[in-house]
């Protein structure tokens, strides 16, 4: 409204100053009158009727809601799963026991039955499924030292309870701890019904409900998977903790997983323990589980000669083989680096075998090329675990190090590509930017108001248009990703029910858009030109808002959100968001000028220029368009690749990246830091 206030009062100003008998000015200003309505008219179009109250959800609602949202999970973490070989050719044996700390963990009788006792191994994730439930209160804590496995069990335990879901029990969703922000939700439910709406867009379908995520979370029927409590900032792990048993019913469930150390002097700083919570830490993995777990995962007839590797392990004569082999993490390098490309392995037996930390480095130096070495591209669409393009080694690790080093800067694992310009530019240099785009907006603007007449307007024009695109441009850089949905089979007549709910609402916006350009400019043109003009934007209105509110409305099919998804869908809603309102402005434009004399062609391409800056600045979804501007800029300088999604995506497909809803983050917590701990600035080859 204060644009459309704005376009008022410079209309008025200028209007007072021409002589309304001379017919130049009275043309000119007519123009200026019909092109400042064709840039406020998508302001003032994107007013919404007040929701009413809805009806109170039933029980079946739910259970639907519910099933749709265990389908989705399961078929989500089934592909990571997958991406990330946790059961190829099987588990990692780790064995899982309760804590030896008794600080760590409440009181014996409020856990579970006693004795209590809770043993596991990750290739019986069936037994700890069992043991889970049998928890009175069904809350479990997962801690380890780095790379022992942690989120590994965490994940392998959601998809068995998903894949053996039983009706009353609640639904196992991740998430990533680190997001939770106990000073904007003080409370976890809320924190989680925000997270589900938006990693699980089918949850926003109106089947379900007004807030299915929220009345799911309300009752009861989710089972927050917290992964990662050691991320969190020191003094944030305390509050989180408070946060988390300040939330807690009876009826709560949760698991949650920290490393042990961390998780310690956070409950110490909180003073308290989790409420009814079992502790579980792993053992190291013994010598003999190592080297059976290694030469299971060889080839009957390998390349190479494994033979000392495997009496290594088994005698623990190396220490620092030994160590390395110990853990989960170790394994999968071992495993990753030299068994899945047939690399020979005499190194690991050679004098890196005495020093833990060099062979471990070691391991986290080659593990990007032997990925891709092992995993060549394709473009066959059922290869879904190779990549669809092939990566330089040196440039991956240096796109790879380049974002580590960003996420480490900014205290976070999630890499959130909405996110880039927080993580890769100052707010100065964001409304640097945003000035360029304003500016070169303002010039369009002013050549659109030239080109249907207004020539001694097309300045006002184009300050206004530049102004409100800078303010418009500096809000992309922080806006969240928008949902769309184009596809129609099954859903003609839900198109056609939005565009009719729109249909009367937005027709009277329209007749006010008429009303307000009569009151401006009833001295200078026909009043039945602009009232038409009116008419036609009203129609405008009906048709872009009734198909963009079809579009960004999820299915009961949708799925659940992934980091490409999430980008194909915000710039599928951008696109559509400006053609929709570039062709009908410029349409509307052009019939309504011609019924002022003035040339068709020329009014819209006017009317489709400042269409297009309008649906470029309407709505609260810019994130793709703030992301491509920041992607540009980072390539320019060598810092990432143009295509910087399919990038990630491939390295996803490699199993370097792991995915957590809509987010990228490291495989492991190790890779980020060795990353991040390196200097190169440049590629090692050529960009």
């Known amino acids: 409204m204060a644009v459309v206030a704005a376009l008022a009062v410079a209309v008025s100003m200028v209007g007072h100053v021409l002589d309304p008998d001379d017919r130049v000015n009275r043309a000119d200003l007519g123009a200026f009158v019909v092109a400042a309505l064709a840039f406020a008219a998508p302001v003032i179009l994107w007013a919404r009727r007040k929701a009413t109250p809805a009806p109170p959800v039933g029980e079946e609602t739910i259970t639907a809601a519910k099933t749709t949202l265990t389908n989705l999970v399961a078929e989500q973490w089934r592909t990571e799963a997958t991406i990330r070989s946790l059961g190829d050719p099987e588990p990692i044996p780790v064995s899982w026991h309760l804590t030896d700390d008794p600080g760590l963990m409440d009181h014996p009788r409020l856990i579970g039955h006693q004795p209590l006792t809770f043993t596991a191994t990750g290739d019986r994730i069936p037994r700890l499924a069992e043991n889970f439930r049998a928890l009175h209160r069904r809350r479990l804590v997962i801690t380890g030292g780095p790379g022992s496995g942690k989120t590994t069990l965490a994940v392998q335990l ?6 053996d879901h039983r009706p009353e029990e609640p639904v196992p969703v991740l998430f990533t701890i680190a997001g939770w922000d106990t000073t904007a939700h003080p409370r976890l439910h809320d924190w989680l019904a925000a997270r589900l709406a938006q990693d699980y867009p089918a949850l926003t379908n109106p089947a379900y409900g007004p807030d299915a995520a929220g009345t799911l979370v309300g009752r009861g029927h989710i089972l927050p998977i917290l992964d990662g409590l050691d991320e969190l900032p020191g003094d944030a792990r305390a509050s989180a903790i408070a946060a988390l048993n300040g939330s807690l019913a009876e009826r709560d469930q949760f698991i949650l997983t920290s490393r042990t150390g961390e998780l310690a002097a956070a409950l110490d700083q909180a003073g308290d323990v989790l409420t009814a919570a079992a502790v579980i830490a ?4 013994t010598p003999q589980a190592a080297a059976g777990y290694v030469r299971t995962c060889l080839p009957p007839r390998p ?10 392990l088994e005698n623990a004569d190396r220490p620092g083989l030994a160590e390395v082999a110990s853990t989960a993490l170790g394994l999968w390098l071992i495993r ?25 480095a070691h391991l986290l130096d080659h593990l990007i090329p032997a990925a891709i070495h092992a995993r060549p591209p394709t473009r066959n669409p059922a290869e879904h675990f190779r990549p669809r393009q092939a990566w330089d080694p040196g440039q991956a690790r240096h796109y790879l190090a380049y974002l ?23 707010p100065a240099q964001q409304r640097r930017t945003a000035g360029v785009v304003g500016l070169v907006a303002g010039l369009m603007a002013g050549f659109a108001g030239v080109l249907i007449g207004a020539r001694s307007f097309g300045l006002v024009i184009g300050f206004i248009a530049g102004l409100v695109t800078w303010l418009s441009v500096q809000q992309w850089f922080t806006e969240t990703p928008g949902h769309a949905d184009l596809r129609l089979p099954g859903r003609t007549s839900s198109l056609i029910r939005h565009v009719r709910r729109k249909f009367v609402v937005e027709l009277v916006y329209g007749l006010l858009v008429g009303i307000f350009g ?14 038409v003009l009116g008419v036609v934007f009203g129609l405008f209105g009906v048709l872009v808002f009734g198909l963009l509110d079809w579009a960004e409305q999820p299915t009961s099919t949708s799925m659940a959100i992934t980091p490409q998804s999430m980008w194909n869908a915000d710039r599928t809603l951008t696109l559509l968001r400006t053609t929709t309102f570039g062709l009908v402005s410029g349409l509307g434009v052009g019939f309504g000028l011609g019924l002022l004399g003035s040339a068709f062609g020329s009014a819209f391409g006017s009317g489709l220029t400042i269409g ?13 368009l703030g992301a491509g501007i920041i992607i540009r800029r980072l390539a320019r300088a060598g810092h990432v690749p143009r295509r910087l999604m399919a990038f990630l995506d491939d390295a996803h497909r490699l199993g370097l990246l792991r995915t957590v809803g809509p987010v990228y983050q490291f495989r492991h917590a190790d890779l980020h830091d ?14």
């Open 303 to 312: 390349r190479h000669d494994w033979t000392p590797v495997i009496e290594a």
């Open 674 to 687: 060795h990353l991040a701990a390196l200097h190169t600035e440049a590629p090692e080859s050529g960009r």
């Open 282 to 285: 792993p053992r190291p993995l």
């Open 518 to 531: 009569v009151l401006i400019g009833w001295l200078v043109v026909e009043f039945l030109g602009v009232l």
């Open 612 to 624: 297009l800056m309008g649906g470029l600045v309407e709505g609260k979804h810019h994130a793709w």
């Open 336 to 360: 990753t680096v030299y068994i899945t490309p047939s690399t020979d392995p005499a190194p690991l037996v050679g004098p890196l075998a005495d020093d833990p930390g060099r062979l471990r």
């Open 158 to 163: 959601l998809l068995r309870l998903a894949d």
């Open 404 to 426: 580590a080093r960003q996420l480490t800067a900014h205290g976070t694992r999630d890499l959130a590509w909405w996110h880039l310009a927080d993580l890769t530019t100052t």
